[in-house]
């Protein structure tokens, strides 16, 4: 029978060890063992018995030696058909395989890859509807602003209403941006009526804001 691996005999070691019960331990049945706090376990186990490496590393080491992970809300579970409590003689027969190192590794720099393009995307994500939301907080502004300046315009100059404002009405018409349609629907609904009816009155090219 291979040799036990100096990796495999530490892990066995601390599982047995009353001294970590709270960090990690093994299951009820025995076929598996269950990282409870990870933060600490990164701090002291990782720390005190595997010479520091880095958590990756230790997850890196699991993965090759074949370990099976379930995880169960914020906890780790690891289980191999020959990691098992209380059968030491068959702890030699868990072995790194060496075929996988590369997949292994290489799974391990696709996920931290995606994880760092998902937060890109949350944070682009973010800044995109926090923009938005500017904009249109300044259209509503600008639409209520001219809301108020044609109605003290009608009131002063009721005479010259419908034949200075014909122009803003077509702007209004041609260039309401999409996401506008709420908050200048108001001052649309406030000019069209009669203007819309003249033959004279032409639509601007609309513009895209997609």
Request: proline share 2%; hydrophobic share 35%.
């Amino acid at each position: 029978m291979s040799k036990v691996k100096k990796f495999i005999a530490i892990l066995y070691q601390i599982l047995e060890s009353k001294e970590y019960f709270n960090y990690v331990s093994w299951t009820n049945n025995g076929t598996s063992f269950m990282i409870h706090r990870i933060d600490d376990f990164k701090k002291i186990i990782i720390k005190e018995c595997f010479n520091s490496i880095s958590i990756e590393s230790f997850y890196r080491q699991m993965c090759l030696y074949g370990f099976r992970l379930k995880k169960k809300k914020g906890l780790k579970e690891y289980s191999h058909p020959n990691f098992i409590q209380g059968k030491l003689k068959e702890l030699g027969l868990v072995q790194r395989k060496r075929k996988n190192y590369a997949t292994c590794d290489d799974m391990i720099k696709v996920s931290n890859t995606l994880k760092e393009q998902i937060q890109r995307l949350k944070e682009q994500q973010y800044s995109f509807l926090y923009q938005l939301k500017v904009q249109y907080e300044i259209h509503k502004i600008l639409s209520n602003k001219i809301k108020q300046l044609l109605d003290q315009f009608q009131n002063q100059y009721p005479e010259f209403w419908k034949q200075q404002m014909r122009i803003i009405l077509k702007l209004i018409r041609g260039c309401k941006p999409l996401y506008g349609v709420q908050t200048s629907a108001p001052l649309y609904e406030i000019l069209k009526d009669e203007m819309l009816q003249q033959e004279d009155f032409y639509s601007p090219k609309q513009l895209s804001f997609q």
